[in-house]
């Protein structure tokens, strides 16, 4: 979202802007349909290019966990009971929401809680003034410990609902479990106490983490990646900059670092008509970060509580906008009670982070960061010593321009991730490498006759490479972008806008599994191309 001032941003505001989920995904080619010239009262339904669940065959059971209609910040909650006829070892489960919302609303975002466990993490299109449905789907198979009981469930789309912003966010989620040979999956599912400490079970062999971070709130964090140090003349200003870095710590230390991904909600860059039909990438399926604490596992496997914390670089302590839930995934060893080791290394590098500005006819923030941490630590097992290592690497460079008044606003950033995860015991060391892009190169400017118009390029790029004993075994790599160009009249009344737009996503993947590419393009909310490739 650019931060455009004045009544710019007031236009924005009333446009309304929010996260969305996926929908759609495998559906045919689009028949013909005439383009209008103009953007009118309806659209297409939400859209994206990311490739279907696969689901497998054979016989299935299916719960709705929950069914409301969100108009307030009041959670559903309701009870989830496992289902019957497909055993309690499932080979995979799907998670589906299906919504829909009329009227006008901003975009919001949402979860989903079984036994406090977060489960799906999501956000909303916002609606056309006739109404719109979306669905969005997830593999949950990693929650089977919790969907194996009974469970409180506990959802929340925060809305307001108004004379103004009419839109009833009415949604049903359901999980639908498959037999057959059971998935390999965490044995234990664990979440932090109100104290933010946690007691692993003392047998644990592997801990992993999963954070669902999201800068959100309708405060600037929501496009932390544009906000400038406090010197500069910008609508949005932090103590340092837009760098960010989501650290774990265990007991004070630091156990782990990740580069969060800069998602754009439905309302972005003050411009709803570039999301209306193609969101931008995750922002209706927001992935966790995950970290593996295994190195720590020696010492959390002592039998008492340790705190983990979870904080934001870039975030004064006690500043709200973001939400940053954990999840602790286990592994246990069947054949011990308890599973002793030891963190043999820890090497953290000075955290650089600098962001110069220069000011000017055209203002100027130019930021670099980059933060290394490498742990190792090792685990007794009943099939003998295991010793984790594991090594990330994060970087961050941007360049922000903007005039007075804000009437032009550019960023182009580039943020990469890069982890190793090599794992020592019997046999040959197995190696994970794990190279993360994410890219964002976007202007909006407000020209004559109030017209604003946003271009914008969003990036999601993944590599990674299995080795073993140093012979590549598996690999894949990930690209997808979104493109989009939409102009619009701020400060007019909806049916005066005359808003225009094309936007447009492909999503390859390719890799030792096999090859899935589609591409999507769109104008004025039309569906003009869904092209399959390999």
């Not at 559903?76 to 080979?91: A, E, F, I, R």
């Not at 977060?118 to 410990?145: A, C, L, N």
């Not at 060893?333 to 308890?338: F, G, P, Q, S, T």
Request: proline share 6%.
């Amino acid at each position: 979202m650019s931060m455009l001032a004045g009544g710019t941003l007031l236009a924005s505001t009333l446009l309304g802007a929010t996260p969305a989920p996926a929908a759609e995904s495998g559906s045919a080619p689009p028949q013909s349909a005439e383009v209008p010239v103009e953007f009118g009262s309806d659209w297409r339904d939400p859209i994206t290019a990311a490739p279907p669940i696969t689901k497998p065959a054979g016989r299935s059971c299916q719960v709705t966990v929950a069914e409301a209609r969100f108009r307030d910040f009041t959670p559903y909650k309701g009870m989830y009971t496992p289902p019957g006829g497909c055993g309690d070892s499932w080979s995979k489960v799907v998670l589906r929401m299906d919504g829909t919302v009329r009227g006008r609303q901003f975009d919001r975002l949402g979860y989903l809680h079984l036994g406090g466990v977060e489960i799906f993490r999501t956000s909303t299109p916002q609606p056309s003034p006739d109404g719109i449905e979306w669905s969005v789907e997830k593999d949950v198979t990693r929650y089977s410990d919790t969907l194996r009981g009974s469970q409180d469930v506990e959802m929340l789309i925060g809305n307001v609902v108004d004379d103004t912003y009419t839109g009833i966010i009415d949604v049903k989620v359901t999980l639908t479990f498959y037999a057959g040979k059971p998935a390999a999956t965490p044995d234990r599912v664990l979440t932090l106490d109100d104290r933010s400490t946690l007691t692993t079970p003392r047998n644990s062999e592997r801990i992993l983490a999963e954070v669902y971070a999201t800068g959100s709130g309708g405060g600037c964090e929501e496009y932390w990646y544009l906000t400038v140090p406090e010197e500069a003349p910008y609508s949005c200003r932090a103590d340092g900059g837009p760098y960010r870095e989501v650290q774990v710590k265990v007991d004070g230390q630091l156990a782990g670092i990740a580069a969060p991904f800069p998602t754009v909600w439905t309302g972005g860059w003050s411009n709803p008509f570039l999301w209306y039909v193609v969101p931008g990438p995750r922002a209706f399926d927001i992935k966790p970060i995950e970290y593996d604490l295994t190195p720590f596992a020696g010492l959390l496997n002592d039998g008492r509580p340790h705190r983990v914390e979870v904080s934001v670089v870039g975030v004064a302590e006690g500043q709200s906008g973001w939400s940053v839930p954990v999840n602790v995934l286990v592994w246990q060893d069947a054949k011990k009670a308890h599973v002793t080791g030891k963190l043999t290394a820890h090497r953290a590098g000075d955290l650089d982070d600098s962001s110069t500005y220069t000011p000017g006819v055209e203002h100027r923030v130019d930021t670099e960061g980059d933060h290394r941490l490498t742990v190792a630590g090792y685990v007794d097992t009943s099939h003998g010593r295991v010793t984790t290592t594991v090594s990330r690497s994060l970087a961050n460079t941007s360049t922000h321009r903007w005039t007075d008044g804000e009437t032009t606003d550019t960023l182009d950033a580039v943020w990469t991730d890069d982890e190793s995860v090599t794992v020592e015991g019997r046999g040959p060391a197995r190696t994970t490498q794990t190279r993360r892009t994410y890219t964002m190169d976007g202007t909006t400017t407000l020209g004559a006759a109030d017209r604003l118009r946003t271009v914008l390029t969003l990036g999601d790029r993944a590599a990674v490479d299995e080795s073993v004993g140093g012979r590549r075994t598996a690999w894949s790599r990930l690209d997808d972008t979104y493109a989009g160009d939409a102009t619009y009249t701020v400060n007019v009344p909806r049916d005066q806008r005359h808003a225009v737009g094309t936007t447009g996503e492909r999503y390859r993947m390719r890799g030792s599994s096999g090859c899935y590419d589609r591409s999507l393009s769109t104008v004025q909310g039309v569906l003009t191309e869904d092209h399959r490739g390999c």
